[in-house]
C-alpha cells in the first residue's frame, strides 16, 4: 500500500493563480480531510468528507473547493491564490467506525503565494 | 464551535525529565486521539481514547482521557532525544459528524 499520497511536494503561485493539490489514499477509506498548518497555529480544518460525494466545510474553508467523485481521491483547489495561503498543506484519511477516527496523513504539500 | 486548547506550547527537558502536554476541550469529545510529528515530517497517529476516565500506555508513555471527557493528557517518562517533536490532540465530538479539531500541540525539545 502506498498510503497517503500527496502531489505536488512544492508549489510556488502568484497572487490570483489557480491550482489543484492532489491527494489520494488506496486504503479504501471513507473519510478524508485537509489541513494547513502553521507555525504557532497546530492542524486547521479547511473541508472534510465522510464517504464519495460528500463533503462538508471544516474550520477555515474560505478560498478553497474540494470534492470526492472516487472513494481513493479528494483533491483541494485554491480557487485565487493569496499570500495568506501560504501555508503546509495536509491530507489525511481514516476508517470510520462510530467517531472514532485514526487518520493516516500524506507527506504535505509546501506552498507558497508571492 | 467546538475548541481545544492544549498547553504548553514549548516544552524544554534535559534528557530523562519527565513531560506532560495537556489538552482540554470546550464541549464533551466522543474520543480523542494523539498523534506527533517530527521536525520537517507529517503528523503520525499515536493512539485515540474512547472511554471516560480511560488511561492507556505505550512504553514510556501514558496517555489519560478525562472523567468528564473534556480533557486528556500525555505524559512521558524519562524522555529520550528520540521523542523530540510536536505532540497533538484532536478531538471529536459534538454534532458535526466528522468535524475534528486539533489543539495547536506542544513542541518538545529534549537537551542531551
Known amino acids: 500500500n502506498a498510503g497517503v499520497t500527496q502531489t505536488p511536494k512544492f508549489q510556488v503561485l502568484k497572487t490570483g493563480q489557480s491550482m489543484t493539490l492532489q491527494c489520494a489514499q488506496d486504503m479504501n477509506h471513507e473519510y478524508m480531510s485537509w489541513y494547513r498548518q502553521d507555525p504557532g497555529m497546530g492542524l486547521r480544518l479547511i473541508h472534510y468528507?465522510?464517504?464519495?460525494?460528500?463533503?462538508d466545510q471544516g474550520e477555515v474553508p474560505n478560498g478553497y473547493n474540494v470534492s470526492r467523485s472516487t472513494t481513493e481521491d479528494f483533491p483541494l483547489r485554491l480557487l485565487s491564490a493569496a499570500p495568506s495561503q501560504t501555508s503546509v498543506y495536509f491530507c489525511?484519511?481514516?476508517?470510520?467506525?462510530?467517531?472514532?477516527?485514526?487518520?493516516?496523513f500524506g507527506p504535505g504539500t509546501r506552498l507558497t503565494v508571492t | 464551535g467546538q475548541q481545544v486548547m492544549q498547553i504548553p506550547q514549548y516544552q524544554h527537558v534535559q534528557e530523562g525529565e519527565d513531560f506532560t502536554t495537556y489538552c482540554n476541550s470546550s464541549?464533551?469529545?466522543?474520543?480523542i486521539q494523539w498523534y506527533k510529528q517530527r521536525p520537517g515530517g507529517h503528523p503520525v497517529f499515536l493512539i485515540q481514547?474512547?472511554?471516560?476516565?480511560e488511561v492507556k500506555k505505550q512504553k514510556r508513555l501514558t496517555f489519560q482521557f478525562g472523567e468528564a471527557k473534556k480533557n486528556s493528557s500525555l505524559h512521558i517518562t524519562a524522555t529520550q532525544t528520540t521523542d523530540v517533536g510536536t505532540y497533538f490532540c484532536?478531538?471529536?465530538?459534538?454534532?458535526?459528524?466528522?468535524?475534528?479539531?486539533f489543539g495547536q500541540g506542544t513542541i518538545l525539545t529534549v537537551h542531551p
Open positions: 468528507s465522510v464517504g464519495a460525494g460528500i463533503t
Open positions: 481514547l474512547v472511554k471516560s476516565g
Open positions: 484532536e478531538g471529536a465530538g459534538g454534532t458535526s459528524y466528522g468535524k475534528l479539531t
Open positions: 464541549t464533551t469529545l466522543s474520543n
Open positions: 489525511a484519511s481514516s476508517y470510520l467506525a462510530g467517531r472514532a477516527y485514526e487518520q493516516y
